[in-house]
């Protein structure tokens, strides 16, 4: 699954959403349950703007550093005898991947939870080589279930169906006979799962966080199927966007308490499971052989740019469960794998303004994103500026906003247009004023009175009140325009 | 052990110094002291009792049984929440501390008076070790640090401490000398990095447990026991 899911056109994506109404229903509710557990979490460690300020520097430090601390992370990674790729694009990685499954003539392969792997579309290129792929985070399982349906969130993939939907999949996929019980279906999954955990070749992993002082991958979990892919199969790889890394144990800390925290309210997660390089001569058990694959894929281009703190996400949906408008879309409408806030904001700088042009208006620009962001990425700021960059530079805005923006640019560029218009815009309103607002405004003004009125503009002008303003009854502004 | 192949490293790096644009670093490069020090803050000052009840209270929201022992007592606790889950096959990793406390000798009475089979990780039996640890009830390990805050028990594994016991049996049972409680995760993270400073090769896996497997996937609904363990029990021994 590449990065783009669902229909091409953004109008019909935001439709199927606001028509669904058990998915809004599930999202409602979970956004609920996530949004209290984050800010219990945050209340009861205190000092949370402390840790976000933390957070914020790591990220930053890490991110001006970033070829010393990967070139550290791989030569650590090497010392303890595992492999590194360093992998431009998502075919430059694909293609190392399938050469490492081609050699070990892999079958089978256990997969646990990676965005990045959905990004480049693993699944699909390792299924055209004829390789069993199976996804194990029971979110994810579900979904590939139910004929590679895409992840609606980031944290919990299969959030948009419920629990009858999943017991009819298990049913009419795998001969699941019992009831539509959270519990039941789980024990379920388990017992599908483990057989294939037991007899799988190859395992693959994200990366939350790799460590670059001694080459180690931290994967953060709750299910164990992490834990089983890194134990079971000979072989492991793990894919990681270039991003996922901090110098230090230290720095880890510090990342993993503000992402579970963030994440899903929890302290840590049942799983902190911290991998470096395959197992020992000494060890029973774990993979003898060990692949790091480091993702670019767009990300370098972000970096030096006023984008650069996107780089920062931790990946753990905060943004997206505070949003207003994730709550009423859903997930599938942004069309990326990476939806909400963080989505909006990544989705185009990754795959360009082309496609995604409608994401950053997916917005109401409330701040609650930037609020709620463990790391302090200015969400909705990025959102305003990828509108302007798509209003100035890229020319690919809708017609009535660009109109309504080259007018302002070419009136407020001229100091005698734009006393002008000032002045005139209290008369010129007068045709649709009613009880004091305008209630239907004109061309650009349509689509904010559709629904809601406007003020009136002021019948003195800032400006001029400016000019005549006194103080202490002694005129002040005596310079002129 | 053999180095690892580094494949088409230079030209990525050299991209990513030039789009921040500047040449290459290096060497040289220093992590700041943090302005910001908030973590070592968190339950600073308690003792270590004071630990062991915030361990104890954090158990409830990890969905994992706690039990206190003496030294002396530790065996009776064991068996006790052996038989409380009705394990009849158990696995411990191969580890000095099993003797130390005084649990190995009392394994053949487990077998003959509570027909409870005791397995130990054997590292030149991996194959056989990882299928019995498959069928076991319950896998028993120490903790090496233990982590108050979140509950969480950190297990370096290698040699006979293998991953597979904290894991593959549907109960998990961890020993926690009182000695390895720290406040934190920081605690804990220091110490690692004061090891590989220092130039020590760390695990090939360390691993943070805090209680058993769960899910939230289906509806939100939290359900405890996924992949790994169903059940977990941590048994605090005073040590001294």
Sequence with gaps: ?481 | MQTGEIKNRETFLDKVAGQLGRNRRKDNVIRPRWKHQVQWKVLADLTENELVDVLEKQCEVIHTDFIRATEKELEAKVLQVLQAYGVKTAMTWDDPRFSSFGLTNKYVDWKNNNDIDVFKWDIENPVQSRRLAEQADAGITFSDITLAESGTVVLFSSGGKGRSVSLLPSTYIAIIPKSSLVPRMSQAAREIHQQIESGEQISSCINFISGPSNSADIEMNLVVGVHGPIKAAYIVVEDR
């Excluded at chain 1, 994810?140 to 419920?162: F, G, M, R, T, W």
């Excluded at chain 1, 190859?202 to 979990?221: P, Q, R, Y």
């Excluded at chain 1, 834990?227 to 990681?240: E, G």
């Excluded at chain 1, 080259?406 to 005698?416: D, H, L, P, T």
């Design chain 1, 1 to 481: 699954m590449p990065l783009h899911v669902g229909e091409k056109a953004f109008k019909s994506r935001v439709e199927k959403g606001l028509g669904n109404e058990f998915m809004r229903g599930a999202v409602r509710s979970a956004q609920g349950r996530l949004q209290d557990s984050r800010s219990n979490a945050a209340e009861e460690l205190g000092d949370w703007e402390e840790w976000r300020n933390l957070g914020q520097e790591i990220r930053q430090h890490t991110m001006e550093n970033l070829d010393f601390y990967l070139q550290q992370l791989s030569e650590k990674v090497a010392e303890r005898g595992g492999h590194v790729y360093f992998a431009e694009t998502a075919e430059d990685a694909n293609h190392y991947i399938s050469e490492v499954i081609e050699k070990k003539k892999a079958r089978k392969i256990a997969k646990s939870k990676s965005m990045v792997t959905e990004e480049i579309a693993l699944n699909d290129i390792l299924e055209d080589r004829g390789c069993d792929v199976i996804e194990t985070d029971l979110g994810e399982y579900i979904l590939q279930i139910d004929d590679h349906a895409p992840p609606s969130h980031i944290v919990a993939p299969a959030l948009h169906k419920n629990k009858e939907q999943i017991r009819d999949v298990f049913k009419e996929k795998l001969g699941y006979l019992h009831t539509d019980k959270p519990e039941e279906l789980t024990l379920f999954a388990r017992e599908q799962l483990r057989k294939e955990f037991l007899s799988a070749d190859v395992g693959i992993t994200g990366c939350n966080f790799a460590v670059a002082e001694s080459g180690t991958c931290a994967l953060v979990t709750n299910e164990g199927n992490a834990r089983m892919v890194s134990t079971l199969p000979k072989t492991q790889i793990t894919v990681m966007g270039m991003e996922r890394i901090v110098p230090t144990w230290e720095e880890l800390d510090v990342l993993v308490s503000l992402l579970t925290r963030a994440a899903v309210g929890q302290k840590l997660t049942s799983y902190v499971t911290a991998l470096t390089g395959p197992k020992e001569e000494s060890d029973g058990d774990g993979p003898e052989e060990f692949h790091l694959v480091v993702v670019d894929n767009g990300r370098s281009k972000i970096l030096g740019t006023e984008f650069q703190e996107a780089l920062h996400c931790i990946r753990c949906a905060a943004c997206i469960n505070v949003c207003p408008v994730y709550r009423h879309i859903g997930g599938h409408a942004y069309g990326s794998i990476y939806p909400g806030p963080i989505g909006a904001v990544l989705t185009p700088l990754l795959a360009g303004y082309e496609d995604y042009k409608e994401l950053p208006y997916a917005s109401s620009l409330c701040g609650a994103c930037t609020e709620v962001c463990p790391v302090k990425i200015p969400l909705h700021e990025y959102l305003i500026d990828h509108r302007r960059n798509i209003v100035e530079k890229e020319n690919k805005s809708n017609l009535s906003e660009k109109l309504m923006m080259q007018g302002f640019n070419k009136v407020a560029g001229s100091a005698g247009l734009f006393n002008i218009a000032t002045k005139m815009a209290p008369f010129l309103v007068t045709p649709f004023v009613r009880d004091g607002t305008i209630s239907k405004g004109p061309g650009p003004l349509k689509a904010w009175t559709g629904a809601r009125n406007l003020p009136l503009p002021q019948k003195e002008r800032f400006r001029d009140w400016f000019k005549h303003r006194t103080k202490g009854g002694q005129h002040i502004a005596n310079r002129g325009d």
